[in-house]
């Protein structure tokens, strides 16, 4: 047997095996004790490919500390293409530019983006409660729960030791520079732009998220720093809320959204990715009342039964201000692994999935083995047939990973069939502010990003 074949009887065996351990609703542990995602369903290679050579990570990206900047022209031809871009992207961000800071850390900020000035460096990042859907102008005002929550509005996630998840969000400094440059942080400009104005090829948006990270967490398998964090307050309305001064926590990075503009696809490439650890995956079998799985992860109690995953908490949250502790506590799951339905035997969802499980498994072989990121896996990406037009939900036109979600990020939109695709909050149709004095903002093709229509509420009157 020639060796082409003995790495074909590899990928095989590879895969049999990871389908196995979902039957049994586990995740891979490699040799070295790593955990892995498993594999939903039966794999087949992408058109063109054999089972050895299906969408792997080029040589030239390893060392991580030399993988080159991805580059936005393409070609984008295949699924390959696409979550090539998304793990090149990842391990490019996350290299270490001096002193453990990661490449990311050093971009301008969303804030930076909305005042049009960029802040400078501090000592440590602050981390907020999620507030992307406020649109008071003033983001520090007390603010009632029901702004402090993930997307969607539906609840706060809440992790296994009770303490609130918190995210940073970031842009590069093409973006950053051609927001400020072109005034698209101004209202009265963002009233007057062509529709169909759109980003450049190029720009990338993040958004990370973070857990408190305690005495029992394994910092060579996860990344963790120390940060400033929003403390929680309950207010004398009886809304929990954030204090005016932050708190110093160690925090380790649980998730982050990749968001990339590249050639032919205005839309951006949407893609996200998790640590191995933090939560399981529903089966293409889910009883509601059976246990997604056995064990315990970061974010899930093991026995929960899937209907005890993602559950809302909008009404029910009630905060120790004093140790911080919230409950209840949110059991995660994955609704969608992939973002997709588990099991799907859609030709375009099964060679969608082989280029994402193929190439997770390329770049963790190539990793060295004392590199934290081999802990962590591309869950998916989605994009669009690149037909981008002003007022429209994109929905129609969805390639790849058409349910994706993070399970740290859209924890509770997973199970809201309008709400569950990043196209379906990143579109470009017209902005209504839920305060009422600021007038609608027209549809455009860079309404996409939730910075303009941040910008366009906090900087009324500017």
């Known amino acids: 047997m020639n060796s082409r074949s003995w790495r074909m009887l590899g990928r095989v065996v590879m895969l049999v095996a990871a389908g196995l351990l979902l039957a049994a609703g586990c995740s891979d542990a490699g040799e070295d004790g790593t955990i892995r995602p498993p594999v939903t369903g039966d794999v087949t290679a992408p058109p063109g490919t054999d089972g050895a050579d299906a969408c792997t990570a080029p040589a030239e990206w390893f060392p991580q500390s030399q993988t080159p900047q991805p580059e936005p022209s393409g070609p984008f031809q295949n699924f390959c293409d696409f979550h090539r871009w998304a793990w090149q992207s990842f391990l490019w961000l996350t290299q270490d530019v001096g002193g453990g800071q ?60 009770g303490r609130a998840i918190y995210y940073s969000q970031h842009l590069n400094e093409a973006m950053f520079d051609e927001i400020v440059d072109k005034q698209w942080n101004l209202p009265s400009v963002l009233e007057e732009i062509p529709p169909d104005t759109e980003f450049a090829t190029g720009d990338v948006v993040l958004k990370v998220s973070w857990s408190v990270a305690d005495q029992e967490t394994d910092r060579s398998r996860i990344f963790v720093r120390s940060a400033l964090i929003d403390e929680l307050v309950n207010s004398p309305a009886g809304n929990i ?30 893609a996200t990715f998790e640590q191995v650890e933090n939560a399981p995956d529903l089966q293409a079998d889910q009883s509601p009342d059976a246990p997604v799985s056995d064990r315990s992860f970061r974010f899930y109690a093991g026995g929960t039964p899937a209907s005890g995953c993602n559950r809302p908490n909008l009404t029910e949250l009630v905060l120790d201000e004093a140790t911080q502790v919230l409950q209840p506590i949110t059991q995660a799951c994955r609704q969608f692994p992939f973002g997709m339905v588990p099991g799907s035997t859609d030709s375009n969802d099964q060679q969608n999935l082989a280029a994402i499980t193929t190439l997770n498994q390329s770049v963790w072989d190539q990793l060295a083995p004392d590199n934290l990121w081999r802990n962590y896996f591309e869950v998916g990406a989605v994009w669009t047939n690149g037909d981008l037009q002003p007022n429209n939900d994109q929905q129609a036109n969805l390639i790849g ?49 939730h910075i303009i229509t941040t910008a366009y509420v906090q900087n009324q009157g500017k």
């Open 241 to 270: 809320t954030v204090s005016s001064e932050p708190i110093e926590a160690d925090m380790a990075l649980v998730g982050m959204h990749v968001v990339g503009w590249v050639a032919g696809h205005p839309e951006a490439i949407w």
């Open 102 to 161: 990661l490449r990311f850390e050093s971009f301008p900020t969303r804030q930076d983006a909305v005042s049009g000035t960029q802040a400078a460096a501090a000592d440590m990042p602050r981390l907020l409660v999620r507030t992307q859907k406020i649109d008071h102008p003033d983001a520090t005002s007390d603010q009632p729960l029901d702004e402090v929550f993930q997307a969607g509005e539906r609840g706060l996630m809440v992790d296994q030791n």
């Open 401 to 449: 990973s058409t349910k994706l979600s993070n399970a740290t990020i859209e924890t509770f939109t997973q199970q809201v069939a309008s709400q569950n695709n990043c196209f379906s909050c990143h579109n470009t149709l017209m902005f209504n502010p839920t305060d009422l004095t600021i007038p609608p903002l027209q549809g455009t093709n860079i309404n996409l990003s």
